[in-house]
């Protein structure tokens, strides 16, 4: 890897069309959108979706592309809706992505034509939501956690690849309460505790931190994640002198061997 490819937009496009059309994506929770209604938005290596839990229950993962003009349908983290309303024109789909109405100086030309969201397909694994951008076999497989008990987001100015070099780093080689799932998803365990960190690559230089803490409280890892920001931070001032990282262990190998030469 060179500098650049923690630094510039061209190495992130690759990175979108190689790996993050290509593979299952861990979105959130699925306790974050738990009630009908129960929305989360966001960008994932390079990709606007959103999470809807319909009336029904049922929670799918729609692409945030209206199908108007293709812009952002849903503009803010998370909430509770009653529909889904585009924030440019007003074109309206009700929680499952169907098209509803559009007020009349921009009505469809074609109201019969298909103007529904595209819902992508979605996995659910050990209380978390994944999603993907065509079909694919089967989800990572994380096993059983304890119960849910928060999530924390910590938003972090630096590459993703830098925050997932981090957390394959020294201590984690051989430990057997440690599993890291290609590519976005990590699971720590101690004792009666599980910790996922997901990494949500959102540009190539911002990338948000999300620590799911099961059999235990969110909060208590404030410090932790914290940490985590201010060393990924520092790694990455180091990419953009040209420091790469040191050889690592074979998590670490195994990780950049899978990524694209750019
Ligand atoms: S882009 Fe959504 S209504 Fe126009």
Not at 225 to 230: L, P, Q
Request: charged content about 20%; proline content about 6%; hydrophobic content about 40%.
């Amino acid at each position: 890897m060179k500098s650049e490819d923690y630094a510039q937009g061209d190495a992130f496009q690759a990175e979108k069309r190689t790996i993050f059309s290509a593979e299952w994506l861990p979105l959130c929770a699925e306790a974050q959108v738990a009630r009908p209604g129960d929305f989360l938005s966001a960008t994932v290596g390079g990709w606007s979706v959103v999470a809807v839990r319909d009336k029904a229950r049922e929670l799918r993962v729609l692409r945030n592309a209206c199908r108007h003009q293709n812009m952002p349908v849903i503009g803010t983290p998370s909430g509770n809706c009653e529909s889904l309303r585009c924030r440019f024109h007003g074109w309206t789909y009700d929680l499952a992505g169907k098209f509803i109405s559009a007020p009349p100086p921009v009505a469809p030309a074609n109201p019969k034509a298909d103007l529904d969201l595209q819902s992508l397909p979605t996995a659910r694994e050990a209380g978390l939501l994944f999603f993907a951008m065509g079909a694919l076999a089967a989800p990572p497989k994380l096993g059983e956690l304890p119960a849910y008990g928060g999530t924390l987001s910590t938003d972090m100015a630096c590459n993703w690849k830098v925050a997932v070099e981090h957390l394959l780093g020294e201590g984690r080689e051989g430990s057997a309460d440690f599993s890291w799932h290609w590519p976005l998803t990590a699971l720590r365990r101690a004792g009666s505790l599980a910790i996922v960190e997901q990494i949500v690559p959102q540009t190539f230089l911002r990338t948000r931190l999300l620590t799911h803490v099961f059999g235990g409280a969110a909060d208590e890892h404030k410090h932790a994640a914290g940490t985590i920001k201010h060393v990924c931070e520092r790694l990455q001032a180091d990419r953009a002198q040209g420091v790469m990282p040191e050889r690592g262990g074979s998590l670490l190998a195994a990780f950049q061997r899978r990524l694209p030469s750019h």
